[in-house]
């Protein structure tokens, strides 16, 4: 292999490697670059499974080097030369060599399947009443968290659901049991967090779960990890390990907003006065609004009046660079299957936007103000 080529495969390597450090435009709390060996693992299952790494890829590793070398000895030492006329002396069955290559590799398996078993049924769901259940809920692309432990007035569970690109935020206490159940209302998804070092799929029609204790306080970025769709690339939530104190604020804080946050209002209740009133259907995620294009004057309030026929999830509106600053705007509380919502969205000045559903980004119309 000459030295340009070797330089082009180098060069080729470097540019692949550098392409694998860039992330996506939601941090999923692995910031530093892949390695060799696991980052940052923050929970207590996670360390006992990150500690199977090291002594698994050492051993691979080593047999690798051994096959690998062995292979290569003999390639080049009993070549065959142009001074040898007949074949080496041939060597059939040594039982002493079938012995050990056959021993050898079952108690390496043997080794690591004792090991593997122990970290798994370790990492199992123990049976005791864990300090916090979530019901994690993941459907085409976002998520809902449940606390079933905490209701709000009407005996619902504190409910949280992502919206745009960011997800929606878990906070959990560090230090105790958290259990994990994980359903799926259409597709199967991956619930993964890099520092929990676990993963497991979100499976229509079954219930999986796990258990992690959180050992430091921080923030922790996820992803669904199994692809789901269109915009399955957007699927992104947020874990906050915080102290038992501050958890129990912000748990009363969030029933409390619960209690206080008035159910969307039916359609064609919006009060009169607010500017231009705009009524529009969600059909399903496939087929996306009707109607798709709509028009209203500028630098006057619209209400949307948002009908969701769509039997199997919920919708909402949002408005593309519909905030003064320049963000997106979201309509929220969403708009559940089969209901309806009212969205109040600021004036916005002559133009012409995209509106969208922040939970199926696919979903989009077009908005032509003032023109």
Not at 194 to 207: A, E, N, S, T, Y
Not at 237 to 261: H, L, S, Y
Not at 349 to 359: L, V
Request: glycine share 8%; net charge negative; hydrophobic share 40%.
């Amino acid at each position: 292999m000459n030295r340009k080529r070797v330089a082009s495969l180098l060069g080729l390597a470097l540019t692949l490697a550098a392409c694998a450090t860039q992330t996506g435009p939601s941090t999923t709390g692995d910031d530093a670059p892949p390695g060799v060996l696991p980052g940052e693992v923050v929970t207590e299952q996670g360390q006992l499974a990150a500690s199977l790494y090291l002594p698994v890829f050492v051993i691979a590793v080593a047999v690798f080097v051994l096959i690998e070398g062995l292979l290569i000895f003999m390639a080049f030492r009993f070549r065959r030369r142009a001074t040898d006329p007949d074949l080496p002396t041939q060597t059939h069955g040594h039982n002493l060599l079938e012995v050990a290559w056959t021993l050898i590799p079952a108690l390496i398996v043997t080794g690591l399947f004792v090991a593997s078993m122990s970290v798994l049924l370790r990492n199992e769901p123990s049976g005791d009443a864990p300090a916090v259940t979530v019901d994690v809920i993941g459907f085409q692309w976002q998520w809902t968290f449940e606390y079933p432990d905490y209701t709000d007035a009407s005996g619902e569970p504190v409910s949280l659901t992502g919206a745009g690109v960011d997800g929606p935020e878990m906070v959990l206490p560090v230090g105790e049991t958290v259990l994990f159940r994980l359903h799926a209302q259409d597709v199967i998804h991956s619930f993964y967090v890099p520092q929990f070092f676990h993963k497991l799929d979100v499976i229509p029609g079954r219930v999986n779960q796990f258990e992690q204790v959180i050992l430091q306080p921080g923030t922790y970025g996820g992803q669904c990890a199994e692809f789901c769709g269109l915009a399955h690339a957007d699927m992104y939530f947020t874990v906050r390990a915080v102290e038992r104190a501050e958890f129990d604020t912000w748990i009363a804080e969030a029933q409390a907003e619960a209690n206080i946050t008035p159910p969307p209002r039916p359609s064609g209740s919006g009060t009169p006065g607010e500017g231009t009133t705009l009524a529009l259907s969600s059909i399903s995620i496939a087929d996306g609004f009707d109607p798709e294009v709509l028009e209203a004057p500028a630098d006057t309030p619209i209400t949307f009046e948002l009908n969701n026929t769509d039997p199997a999830a919920p919708h909402n509106v949002a408005i593309r660079g519909g905030n003064p600053d320049g963000s997106d705007w979201i309509g929220e509380p969403f708009a559940d299957p089969s209901s309806s919502a009212i969205y109040q969205a600021p004036a916005l000045a002559a133009d012409t936007y995209e509106f969208y559903c922040s939970i199926h980004p696919n979903m989009v119309g077009t908005l032509n103000v003032g023109n």
